[in-house]
């Protein structure tokens, strides 16, 4: 069955870069699929940071834009998250997600999550 | 990008029926089929319980059904139960974004 898992440090220090990456297995990258990041702060709602298409196509969140790159990593089945410039509201659960392509855009398969805390 | 609006919270008792509104705009739910819902139980990753309005997924209990009228999608649980108490999230394609977009969340309390 398909499942994806997040991997990174939990711990990082504010202003430096946060970086995560999402192990896929039960399902090649390369088919069609959009690959993306959601995080959750403690207590609150999900929020879409952004998904990347195995071709290499991204579709980043308008306000973090800025400060995110999504990669993909076809030859190790995996993509990555890279969050530069972190603060405190950066601290979350980061979860990894599969989205079909032709149009439905649902996140059919979740990781498990796991919870960066950015602190010095 | 503005999150969907939904209710903080519902309640209802075992057995019951409850509805949870998901509003959004017309560069979203309004002019887009493509909204989904999420179930989260603390501690857990979301799960999709409808996609496109109202389908299901594989073994998702007939009990949620979705619907959508202008620029609000609704969620319907019905014969509510103990296990249904979890917070849940809607989704919809934006051209804001050419992606997703969330709501805020609700969390449903069975009584």
Redesign the interface.
Known sequence: QVQLQESGPGLVKPSETLSLTCAVSGSSIRSGY?W?W?RQPPGK????I??VFHSGST?????LKSRVTISVDTSKNQFSLKLSSVTAADTAVY?CAR?PTG??????Y????TLVTVSS | QSALTQPASVSGSPGQSITISCTGTSSDVGNYNYVSWYQQHPGKAPKLMIYEISNRPSGVSNRFSGSKSGNTASLTISGLQAEDEADYYCSSYTSSTTFVVFGGGTKLTVL
């Open positions: 959009y993306g959601i709602g999900l929020e879409w952004g998904s579709y980043y969140n308008p306000s979860y989205a149009g439905s855009y649902k996140l059919d979740w990781g498990q999550g």
